[in-house]
Structure formats: C-alpha cells, structure tokens
C-alpha cells in the first residue's frame, strides 16, 4: 500500500458521482470533460428513449400478477441507473405499464432491453467521472 | 442489435484506454465482437428447436 492509496477519496468526487447518475453526461460536464459527456451522457439518453420508443416498460416494485416482487428488484436497479430519467417517468406513470397489448409489440422484449441497457450504461459513465473527479484516471 | 452495439461501444469505448486513438480502435473492436458474437449465438440458437 502506497501513501498514494491512504488519501481520502474527495467530496467533490462524490458530488460528481451523484450528478453524474442523476442526470446522464452531467458528471462529465461538470468535469469539462464534454466530449465524453456528450458521447457516453448521449448514449444513454438515446438508449432510454429507444426503448421507451420500442414498448418496452421499466420495472418498479409492483409485482405483475403471479410473479414475485424479489424478482423485480434486480431490472429495478438496472431501470434506476439512468437516475432522474427514472425517477420522473416514475412520477408521470409513463414507461411502466404491462399490459399484454403492449407486451404483445414485436419490439417489447427489445424496448426492455434497451431501457435495462440505458441504466448498466449509466452506472459505468457515473463511475467513470467519479474516477476522474477523484484523480484516479484523467 | 446493431443499434445496441453502437450505443454500448461509444460509452465502452469513451472509457477504457488512454489516447484518442486507442480509444477509437477498441469502440471499434467492442463493436465488432458485439455483432460477431450476437450473429453467431442466433444462429446456434436457430437450430435449437
């Protein structure tokens, strides 16, 4: 272990983290970092609305009929990586219905997909600008 | 799925490596094997019934 490796991680970086997962790109915008935020924020922003596009529909806690509510918390945490995206779509009700004339879409299964992918994405570009704001990758 | 591909290369690639460059090549190369890998798993998945 390096003296390096003892210092604290600053609260700055934190901020960043959050900002960045609250808001896609914002993290590295904060940063001026703006090419990535406007290439891996803009991903993540055109794969969420790709997906809500195609039908597909985020997860929340409410457990369709016969399943169980354990088995949606692990797509809820990959939903709520795209942070305050996920959060207001929660608040509207928009993106989370199921219905079987939605689910019936040829592009449902792939709208899931995407919305999932949006959330990964983000957890990834959220850790990738709290590196930077901690000193650990420029 | 070329979509997908596109869109999780440019975030894998913006992340990893150091120069510019090096950035570009692996985008690339995520991409490559994203489609290589998603074509030859639905054609295994074509013959199974």
């Known amino acids: ?61 409410n457990a369709a009929e016969g399943s169980s509510q354990l088995l949606q918390v692990p797509p809820m945490i990959a939903n709520l990586g795209t942070g305050a995206l996920y959060i207001i779509s929660w608040l509207l009700g928009y993106g989370f219905a199921d219905d079987p ?17 949006a959330g990964l994405l983000n957890y990834l570009t959220m850790l990738d600008a709290f590196d930077i704001a901690a000193g650990r990758k420029s | ?26 985008g690339v190369k995520v991409f490559a094997e994203f489609m290589v890998i998603g074509l030859v798993l639905s054609w295994i998945l074509y013959f199974i019934p």
């Not at chain 1, 808001?23 to 090419?35: A, F, Q, S, T």
């Open chain 1, 1 to 61: 272990m390096t003296a390096e490796d003892d210092e604290p991680t600053p609260s700055s970086a934190w901020m960043i983290g959050v900002a960045a997962w609250f808001i896609p790109g914002l993290g590295h915008g904060l940063l001026k970092k703006w090419p990535r935020a406007l290439l891996m924020g803009g991903a993540v922003w055109l794969c969420f609305f790709i997906g809500l596009r195609m039908g597909g529909h985020m997860f929340d806690l």
């Open chain 2, 1 to 26: 799925m070329t979509l997908f591909a596109a869109l999780a290369s440019v975030v894998f690639g913006a992340m990893g490596k150091d120069t510019t460059q090096e950035r570009l090549l692996y």
């Open chain 1, 101 to 117: 004339q939605q689910a019936a879409r040829a592009t449902y299964e792939y709208g899931n997909t995407f919305l999932l992918i």
